[in-house]
């Protein structure tokens, strides 16, 4: 994940603002700490996070926490932060906290604070102004920090998920030392046929293959890309010195084949998957034990 933005671009009027709401919260944190917490307590994505926290360590959190809003809204050190912030977000894709949740600590947070400022309105009502507004712009930067390393971090844990899922659709099996089968099972679209060609040559170079038993028996149906994209397969495979054997073909798969024009030059097409490893076995002149199949797919 590209790192994330550790610097603030404020106007004079934002950091006054910033300083104004952080001199009106300070002599309140304790406070409205103990009364956002126990609000939180109460709803139903929260209570877990909040009890898995001991109290000594939540205490220590805050502390810190606070510290580093200071630097920020004060002192104009915002890289604490900001990185603080981006943590948080990333620790809560990883939970799987919703945005609703956030949203909800929000609502609660602007109350706790409207509540406070209104004896402050009665008395100094431009600082009450300025206090609002400082909240507001810090509610906005914790937000947009938040949120940023959230989606980053949700984005990155769908293309790990993606990934996972696309290794589980084309398993390779290693039935023998250079004997591999990939048992093709459900629709091939053009996305999973290129996969099927990046993953066959990968496991080849890999595991040094020199024949590979490609089984069609539980794919239903193909089209012109798939077809051209399982040729290709072939191909290259053969390029790399390894012997392509086609299993499973069903009698509509054939028939598509054949009216798509389709040829497999470089693959021999056998009616299921152990006559595909004898013959490979046989024509590879290795005597050599293969493993069960029927073990190997359970």
Known sequence: MPPLPTRMRITAADKLALAEYWKFFEPH???ISEE?????????????ILKSVPPDVAAKQELEGRARQRLAFVDGNWAPYLEDLQAQGMNYAKMGVTFVAWYDIIAIYRELIRARLVELYRTDPDRAARASEGMNRA???AMSHLGEAYLAAK?????RQQEAIRELSLPILQVRDRLLVIPLVGLVDSGRARQLIETLLAA??????KGVVIDVT???IVDTHVANHLVQACDA??????????????????QTLVSLGTHLPAAETLVDLQEGIEFIEK???????ALDVGDQLA
């Open 283 to 289: 024509a590879l002149g290795d005597s050599g034990d």
């Open 155 to 159: 984005e990155q844990i769908i293309t």
């Open 36 to 48: 956002l917490r126990a609000s939180l307590g109460q709803l139903p994505e929260w209570a877990p």
């Open 139 to 141: 509610i906005d930067i």
């Open 29 to 31: 944190a304790d406070a």
């Open 218 to 220: 539980g794919v239903p």
């Open 204 to 209: 080849v170079r890999d595991r040094r293959a």
């Open 237 to 254: 495979a053969a390029l790399m010195g390894t012997m392509v054997v086609i299993t499973g073909i069903s009698p509509e798969m054939a």
